[in-house]
């Protein structure tokens, strides 16, 4: 083999040469990896630490909003639309590295508020019942209202030609006619349920009864602080006839109550020339003391609207019907948050209660013991007698739970369950008051177990009648051969009515729903309703009727009708102003009141930022529920986390 050959073999199976460059290699993918794992390493810590810092801003962000919440739980104020600003800078909270949060608080329109939305007053509340239209308009004509009008119903305007112009917003819960109706401060046909404010009339106990005073010299002066409960006889004095015809029945500064038995429980005016004022006169005094007679409507006005003047408290079935004649009230001065009211619907609500005796005394029947007188339990306490022979049962304990001390009572009822087999000559229930008086009910023959009923609020007419009385059956046998009687008695109970306060509470056809769109049909009735060409009605205060309808209907409308404002059940409009009156029907001067709304607040919490500027963190909407009484609960409505 040649030299040359040798060499070529050499360097065809020698790798020194590659074992370098497999080092190199190495060394350099070793390096870029390790460059790759330290910047990774850098990376993971840099995000690490953003992570924890991320977290502790969002942790006291949450802390500063609850901070925030817990502030403004019970300050009413703070989160009130138009309120104290209600804004935070919580220091280094729950000891977050010294992290300060600003929360912006934003309350939404309208929030704690129970005032106007735009009209400077809410000069119309209705809550009708099932069935019922919120207000109903359906004549000719404008009705212009100063202030806003709330309606947990409908707003409807039938005819072509009827409009409804309001200085303030509108709200329903039902359909409304909004073509035709005409609002500065926005009209919402769904919007939610509203609450209505909760009066008080001026009187909490039912006053001394008056008689209705005779007319003199074309003038009949009624006393204040009494009881009225003869609606004839008021009709009477305004029927255009008699001494009061074309006179005065003038009302001095007080309350009255109006009480008409059901029946006869309207009082009808129906005088053109009759002025009906309430209040202290202005312009004017009696005549007899060198006086002029009054000047009804406004702009003079019949009593002085800057001074404390009457309340008209109608109860039960009593209402007030003006078809013609001139009708001016100026009312009470208000207290606090409650208006002056002028004429006051009963909000009174009745109590029934079934009073059973408690004690039962010794007798000839057998099982005689309060528990046998469960009625149709099957426990009865019986006894067997021959013929003349007579026996009786007494119990007591009726008591409990006692009626409440100065109660009025409504209605008592004698319930006796009892049978008569065999002869029975009479039988009887006899109750007992305290002070020895007492009455008697007379028991029919019954055959069969039966319960019988009797009105005992004759006999038991107070509270205090209730203290102390007994009730005891008794029976008598035939005489003659062979008559015999087996009596059982199976529960006695008397069954009592009243209310608290005094006044009677809506009844009759006040109560009856729904109120009709058009006409009377004598089934239900309005607390207030006016009629005709020749009424001319005025009402300075508030008229608070929520249990009740008012049904105001006049044509050639001149003068405002009410400056008070309206809450009341149902309110229906027909009224066709006068070509030459362009003012307001209706308007509320000072706004009514309504309970405080939630307060609804946007609360968003921010964190300074690295290098200058602040960053958002949280957002939350939260609602306050201040009744009965601020801060009652707190609701989250969302809570949004920045990520």
């Known amino acids: 083999m040649t030299r040359l050959a040798r060499m070529r073999d050499r360097a065809e199976t020698d790798d020194e040469g590659n074992a370098l460059i497999i080092a190199l290699v190495f060394i350099t993918v070793f390096g870029l990896l390790m460059a790759a794992i330290l910047s990774f390493s850098d990376t993971s810590l840099r995000a690490a630490d953003a992570v924890q810092s991320q977290r502790l801003n969002v942790y006291a962000a949450d802390g500063a909003v609850e901070a925030t919440i817990a502030a403004m739980r019970y300050d009413v104020a703070e989160g009130t639309f138009g309120g104290t600003p209600c804004n935070q800078t919580i220091d280094d909270v729950n000891d977050t590295d010294d992290i300060d949060v600003s929360v912006t608080c934003t309350p939404h329109p309208g929030s704690g508020t129970g005032g106007s939305s735009g009209g400077g007053g809410i000069a119309i509340i209705t809550n009708p019942s099932a069935g019922e239209y919120g207000i109903y308009k359906d004549s000719n004509g404008i009705l212009r209202v100063g202030g806003d009008i709330y309606t947990n119903g409908s707003v409807t305007l039938p005819s072509a030609d009827a409009f409804l112009d309001l200085t303030g917003s509108l709200k329903s819960t039902g359909p409304c ?133 009457v309340q008209f408290v109608f109860g039960g079935t009593s209402r007030l019907y003006l078809q013609s004649g001139k009708f001016e009230l100026c009312g009470v001065t208000g207290s606090g948050s409650t208006p002056g009211i002028a004429v006051f619907g009963s909000t009174a609500s009745e109590t029934s209660q079934a009073l059973a005796p408690t004690t039962a ?74 002070d020895g008086t007492s009455c008697t009910f007379t028991l029919a023959e019954q055959t069969k177990l039966t319960t019988e009923t009797f009105d005992a609020k004759t006999c038991l007419s ?151 500027g602040t960053e958002v963190q949280l957002r939350a909407t939260v609602r306050f529920v201040d009744q009965p009484s601020p801060g009652t609960s707190v609701e989250v409505l969302s809570w949004d986390v920045e990520r």
Not at 216 to 232: E, H, K, Q, S
Request: glycine share 12%; aromatic share 6%; with cysteine.
């Open 177 to 309: 006619s909004e073509d035709k109706i005409t609002a500065s401060g926005g009209i919402d046909c769904s919007a939610a349920v509203t609450s209505l404010p909760t009066y008080s009339a001026a009187i909490t106990s039912v006053p001394a009864t008056q008689p209705v005073p005779a007319c003199l010299a074309g003038i009949a002066t009624f006393v204040p602080n009494r009881t009225y409960t003869d609606a004839a006889a008021l009709s009477a004095l305004t029927s255009g006839t008699g001494a009061c015809s074309k006179g005065l029945l003038y009302f001095p500064p007080g309350a009255y109550y109006f009480d008409f038995p059901s029946g006869s429980s309207e009082w009808l005016i129906n005088d053109k020339d009759d002025n009906v004022v309430g209040g202290v006169p202005s312009g004017w005094s009696l005549p007899g003391l060198g006086g002029l007679k009054p000047t009804i409507p406004d702009p003079s006005g019949a009593c002085n609207q800057s001074l404390s003047g």
């Open 462 to 612: 107070t509270a205090a009648s209730f203290s102390g009385v007994s009730a005891t059956y008794s029976v008598l046998v035939e005489t003659g051969r062979g008559k015999k009687l087996t009596a059982s008695l199976d529960g006695i109970a008397l069954d009592v009515t009243y209310v608290v306060g005094g006044i009677a509470p809506p009844s009759g056809c006040i109560t009856q729903t729904p109120f009709p769109t058009s006409g009377s049909d004598g089934t239900h009735c309005a607390l207030i309703k006016s009629s005709g060409a020749q009424s001319l009605l005025s009402i300075h205060g508030m008229v608070y009727a929520p249990r009740a309808a008012i049904d105001l209907a006049a044509t050639n409308a001149s003068a405002q009708t009410f400056s008070g404002g309206i809450v009341a059940r149902t309110f229906r409009a027909n009224v066709t102003p006068a070509s030459t009156f362009t003012g307001q029907l209706i308007s509320v001067p000072g706004g009514v009141s309504l309970p405080n709304g939630p307060r609804i607040v946007d609360l968003v919490a921010s964190v300074p930022r690295p290098g200058g």
């Open 361 to 434: 005394g010794t007798s000839k029947f057998d099982n005689v013991n309060p528990g046998a007188f469960v009625f149709g339990d099957g426990g009865v306490a019986s006894v067997s007698l021959d013929a003349g022979e007579s026996a009786s049962a007494t119990v007591s304990g009726f008591g409990t739970p006692a009626v409440p001390a100065g109660a009025t009572i409504s209605a008592v009822t004698l319930r006796v369950a009892h049978r008569d087999q065999g002869s029975l000559e009479s039988g009887s229930v006899k109750l007992t008051k305290s």
